[in-house]
């Protein structure tokens, strides 16, 4: 099992430049989701999906835009890069059982600049 | 509304001495609660988690944490911090069914010297 996978591991942008950040996992997990991460707050959700053809909104959506086609795929788009998106962006995914303890496993993250 | 607190930005100790890390949560039932590691420039690992039963939890790497309910709090503890340990320790908290949001806090940056 390769777990979560993420793809770019680092990516610089210029202002304006469309980009995909893949997120992958290989465990049949139902739940996956979206965050970035910045220097003193902590994880934020952006989007998540709970199954194939299923995605909401989490707290941070502007600017990114999330499909789930197939169950093992969930790519974050970013539609016009802003220095503000500047994060580390985390993928996870979980088990979908209700009232289960549903553990998030984490993707080792993409760090993207954003110039 | 929903909220979780790691009032201790950073901590140091010495390696071999014992480690609290603090976290509180607001929330309106018990939810379920988390701690994840990161080491640098990587992603998260679980580290133990508290659904149920028992407050005491038992964790990877030795560590534990304890739920109070009185205090809402699920902090974490180590006897003893090996060198190995240094990375920075989150605390997460979710509510129980179906997909609920996970809230984490901001994080403890770790520091261990000799």
């Known amino acids: 099992n390769a777990g979560v996978t993420q793809t770019p591991k680092f990516q610089v942008l210029k202002t304006g430049q469309s980009m995909t950040l893949q997120c992958a996992q290989d465990m049949n997990h139902e739940y996956m989701s979206w965050y970035r991460q910045d220097p003193g707050m902590g994880l934020r959700l952006i989007h998540y999906?709970?199954?194939?053809?299923?995605?909401d909104q989490g707290e941070v959506p502007n600017g990114y835009n999330v499909s789930r086609s197939t169950t093992e795929d969930f790519p974050l788009r970013l539609l016009s890069a802003a220095p503000s998106q500047t994060s580390v962006y985390f993928c996870?995914?979980?088990?979908?059982?209700?009232?289960?303890?549903?553990?998030?496993?984490f993707g080792p993250g993409t760090r993207l600049t954003v110039l | 509304a929903q909220s979780v607190t790691q009032p201790d930005i950073h901590i140091t100790v010495s390696e071999g001495a014992s480690l609290e890390l603090r976290c509180n949560y607001s929330y309106g039932a018990t939810p379920y609660l988390f701690w994840y590691v990161q080491s640098p420039g990587q992603g998260l690992q679980l580290l133990l988690k508290y659904f149920s039963g028992d407050t005491l939890v038992q964790g990877i790497k030795g560590f534990e944490a304890e739920f109070k309910r009185s205090q809402s709090s699920f902090n974490l503890r180590k006897p003893s911090v090996h060198w190995s340990d240094a990375a920075e320790y989150f605390c997460?908290?979710?509510?129980?069914?179906?997909?609920?949001?996970?809230?984490f806090g901001t994080g403890t940056k770790l520091q261990v010297i000799p």
């Open positions: 997460a908290v979710r509510l129980s069914g179906g997909y609920q949001k996970v809230t």
């Open positions: 996870a995914s979980s088990r979908g059982l209700a009232g289960g303890s549903n553990e998030q496993f």
């Open positions: 999906s709970v199954g194939a053809g299923i995605t």
